[in-house]
C-alpha cells in the first residue's frame, strides 16, 4: 500500500472543496486510479474537469513527484514510490465555449 498527498490548485480547488486530501492505494497503483479514486470521493463534477474520454484534460496539469504526469504514461503512470507520494493537481480552465 502506499500513501500519496493530493494537493488541489486551481479551479479545481473549487470542485473539490479543500486544498489536500490523502489516499491509500493499492501497490502498482496508475494515475487512473488514483483519479477513479477521487472521482468516488468528490463525485462527478470532479471528474467531467479533469478527464475528458478517459484521459489528462488539455486544461488539467498534474503533477507526480514534481514530474508531469503525462511525460510518465498519462492515465498509466505508475505511483509506485519509495516513500509518500505527492501529486498535484492543477485545473487551469475549462476550454472557452460560446463565441
Same mark, same amino acid.
Given at each position: 500500500m502506499g500513501q500519496f498527498? +493530493? =494537493?488541489?490548485a486551481g479551479l479545481i480547488? /473549487? +470542485? +473539490? &472543496? =479543500?486544498? @489536500? =486530501? *490523502? *489516499?491509500t492505494l493499492p501497490p502498482g497503483a =496508475?494515475?487512473?486510479g488514483l483519479l477513479q479514486e477521487l472521482t468516488?470521493?468528490?463525485?462527478p463534477a470532479f471528474e467531467e474537469q479533469i478527464l475528458l474520454h478517459g484521459e489528462l484534460a488539455p486544461h488539467a496539469v498534474?503533477?507526480?513527484?514534481g514530474q508531469y504526469? /503525462? @511525460?510518465l504514461g498519462g492515465s498509466e503512470a505508475a505511483l509506485d514510490r519509495q516513500g !509518500? &507520494?505527492?501529486v498535484e493537481? +492543477?485545473?487551469?480552465? !475549462? !476550454?472557452?465555449m460560446g463565441g
Open positions: 498527498k +493530493v =494537493t488541489f480547488r /473549487r +470542485v +473539490v &472543496g =479543500t486544498s @489536500e =486530501t *490523502l *489516499l =496508475t494515475l487512473g468516488t470521493r468528490f463525485g498534474v503533477l507526480i513527484d504526469a /503525462r @511525460e !509518500p &507520494g505527492q493537481i +492543477v485545473l487551469l480552465g !475549462p !476550454p472557452a
